[in-house]
Every structure is written in structure tokens, then in C-alpha cells.
């Protein structure tokens, strides 16, 4: 596996179930990244980790639980979600947090459809 | 707060002809990065072009290049000799210390 890959790739769950998305970056990256893609509007920057720790949280509701247990590693568990969280969810890492020529490489992404 | 806007939802160009994507932004930021990014239909999205707040000239590469109009706060994508590959969503990315997205331009090819 080559760059940054998703699993799972499409999900449909229902408003009390509990599930989690994986993102796993192979290009010894630092950063990894969490956004919320919706239809029209712009990525939402969803949570940012550097080293495996959280750095950015940008008042995300707590149904959403990230995890990132190693720099390789970021989950995004998901409980009690509602319609409206239904998305494309991208994940990306950078090979640090800071400098701004940093580029981010995205994963394929998870599509979640909230019933 | 940065914004980014990109004004043109959706755009059509013929195969083998130029298109013209806009992108507006708002900083108070002296040094910063643009972007732009490709999100091909159901693949990854991946970086075209990027340029340098304090490099006056313009990037390019291949039939990729931009306009940089820093006074402007403008950044637009002209994508040259248009393929049927070239058709996807394009992004405008801002920056500083964090990265700031516009809500894409879907561009179609037609053959």
C-alpha cells in the first residue's frame, strides 16, 4: 500500500450505532488530519494530531472520537451520529504540522450515510 | 478568520481548449501558501499546483499555471489544452497555520 488509504471506503449505519473509520498514511508523515467533506461547501477541518497528539479540535460535537495511536494510525469513532453528519470524510497527513509549503496527501476517503 | 472563496460552482470547457478557475481569499497574513487541488470522481484528491505568498512570480506546471494577484488576494488556476482527465472537482487551499479550503469548482471536459 502506497500514500494514504481509508477504510471503510462506504459506510451506512444507523443513528445508535457505533462505528469507526480507519486512515493509515505509509509515507512517514508527522501530521494527520481530519476533514469533512459536504456537497457545496467547503473541507471542514475536523481534528488535527502531530506526533499523536491532538492539536486542533475545531469544536467538533463529541459523537465524533478521534484516535491516533501511533503517527502511522488515525481513527474516527462514531456514536449516536445524526443525518446531517452524513459525508465524504477525508483523511490526510503532512510530513510536519508546521511550515506552510507543507503539502497534505489525502486519502480516497469514507462515504457515511447517517440513517 | 481566512476565507476562501471559489465563485464558479460548476464549468464547462471543450476538450483541447483553456479554462480559467477563480479563487478569492482574505488574510491579514504577509506569508502564506496557496493551493489548488484535484478530486477526481471517486478518486483521491491530490495537489496540482501551489504557490508562495512572497514569490512574485507565477507557478506552473505543465498545462497547470496560475495567476497570483497578491494586492488582489486572487489566485486563479488556468488549465491549458484541456483533457477528458481534467474533469473533476478543483479546490482552492489557503495557508497560514491552518489549512482553509473553498467549496470547489466541479469542471467538466466535453469531448
Known amino acids: 500500500e502506497t500514500g494514504v488509504t481509508q477504510t471503510p471506503r462506504h459506510l451506512v449505519m444507523g443513528m445508535t450505532n457505533k462505528k469507526s473509520l480507519k486512515c493509515e498514511q505509509h509515507?512517514?508523515?508527522?501530521?494527520m488530519y481530519w476533514y469533512k467533506q459536504s456537497a457545496k461547501k467547503p473541507l471542514e477541518l475536523m481534528f488535527v494530531?502531530?506526533?499523536?497528539?491532538?492539536?486542533e479540535n475545531n469544536s467538533v460535537p463529541s459523537r465524533f472520537s478521534p484516535e491516533c495511536p501511533n503517527s502511522s494510525h488515525l481513527f474516527l469513532h462514531l456514536h449516536t451520529l445524526q443525518p446531517e453528519d452524513s459525508a465524504l470524510y477525508l483523511c490526510?497527513?503532512?510530513?510536519?504540522?508546521?511550515?506552510?509549503?507543507?503539502?497534505?496527501?489525502f486519502g480516497p476517503g469514507t462515504r457515511l450515510t447517517v440513517l | 478568520a481566512q476565507t476562501v472563496t471559489q465563485s464558479q460552482p460548476e464549468m464547462s470547457v471543450q476538450e483541447a481548449e483553456t479554462v480559467t478557475l477563480s479563487c478569492t481569499y482574505d488574510t491579514s497574513e504577509s506569508n502564506y501558501y496557496l493551493f489548488w487541488y484535484k478530486q477526481p470522481p471517486s478518486r483521491q484528491m491530490i495537489l496540482v499546483i501551489r504557490?508562495?505568498?512572497?514569490?512574485?512570480q507565477n507557478a506552473t506546471e505543465n498545462r497547470f499555471s496560475v495567476n497570483f494577484q497578491k494586492a488582489a488576494k486572487s489566485f486563479s488556476l488556468k488549465i491549458s489544452d484541456s483533457q477528458l482527465g481534467d474533469t473533476a472537482m478543483y479546490f482552492c487551499?489557503?495557508?497560514?497555520?491552518?489549512?482553509?479550503f473553498g467549496a470547489g469548482t466541479r469542471l467538466t471536459v466535453k469531448p
Open positions: 490526510a497527513s503532512s510530513q510536519t504540522l508546521g511550515g506552510n509549503y507543507n503539502e497534505q496527501f
Open positions: 504557490q508562495e505568498a512572497y514569490k512574485q
Open positions: 509515507l512517514g508523515h508527522n501530521a
Open positions: 494530531y502531530s506526533l499523536e497528539e491532538r492539536v
Open positions: 487551499a489557503f495557508r497560514d497555520n491552518d489549512m482553509r
